[in-house]
């Protein structure tokens, strides 16, 4: 059974502060991970990575992923009140043909205090 | 680019009556729209997958007669409830996937309440 695991389950912190959450995933037929945050309503697309160590980034937003140890972390920089949210990972798997399934972890709801 | 909407937002029905949500992506051919459900503090369980014009592929558990999956164009998937029952009220969300992209872009839910 597909398996993904986030940590923390919550974090709070102050702005200004850099956190790093993490994601251990354990699947068939591995394609790739991605990474979305998610505020009121449905999830929005941060990251999409294929490859291990290569960093991907996006403003005060960057993550790296590790296919041999398998886990992936997200780093946010100069937090925001903004960047409250919950965080999820997803690592994609081929389940045939062109389907691919998202398994998504639980989460980490980050709580960003002015 | 890569708007998804979902229509109704919110809904609250009867038990026993049947709800259709509209998945549409409004700037991108969608070959393929995935249906989430997510219970409160839980995270996205896919129920289905469909690809226009074929029929869709459900997860394990999920049962296909009572949630009925219609991808008739490639901009527009809906999920019909049937039979609504109290324990199906939930936040449901489509996501879709451009050709053979692994990245899938999300609408923004439909709440069902189910009374």
């Known amino acids: 059974e597909d398996k993904v695991v986030q940590s923390p389950l919550s974090l709070v912190v102050h702005e200004g502060d850099t956190v790093t959450l993490n994601c251990s995933y354990e699947?068939?037929?591995?394609?790739?991970l991605l990474w979305y945050k998610q505020e009121k309503k449905a999830p929005t697309f941060l990251f999409m990575l294929?490859?291990?160590?290569i960093e991907k980034k996006s403003g005060r937003l960057s993550s790296i992923l590790d296919k041999k140890e398998l886990f992936s972390i997200l780093n946010i920089t100069a937090t925001q009140t903004g960047d409250s949210a919950i965080y999820l990972c997803?690592?994609?798997?081929?389940?045939?043909?062109?389907?691919?399934?998202?398994?998504f972890g639980k989460g980490t709801l980050l709580t960003v205090n002015p | 680019g890569a708007v998804v909407s979902q229509h109704p937002s919110w809904v609250i029905c009867k038990s026993g009556t049947s709800v259709k949500i509209e998945c549409r992506s409004l700037?991108?051919?969608?070959?393929?729209m995935f249906w989430y459900r997510q219970f409160p503090k839980q995270s996205l369980m896919l129920m289905a997958t469909?690809?226009?014009?074929?029929?869709?592929?459900?997860e394990q558990g999920v049962e296909k007669d009572k949630f009925l999956i219609n991808h008739a164009s490639l901009t527009l998937s809906t999920l019909t409830v049937t039979s609504a029952h109290p324990e199906d009220s939930s936040f449901y969300i489509c996501?879709?996937?451009?050709?053979?992209?692994?990245?899938?872009?999300f609408g923004p839910g439909t709440r069902l309440t189910v009374t």
């Open positions: 996501s879709a996937r451009q050709g053979a992209a692994h990245e899938q872009y």
């Open positions: 699947v068939t037929n591995f394609r790739s």
């Open positions: 294929t490859s291990s160590g």
């Open positions: 997803a690592p994609s798997n081929l389940r045939g043909g062109s389907n691919y399934k998202l398994t």
């Open positions: 700037d991108f051919q969608a070959t393929t």
């Open positions: 469909s690809n226009e014009g074929s029929k869709a592929t459900y």
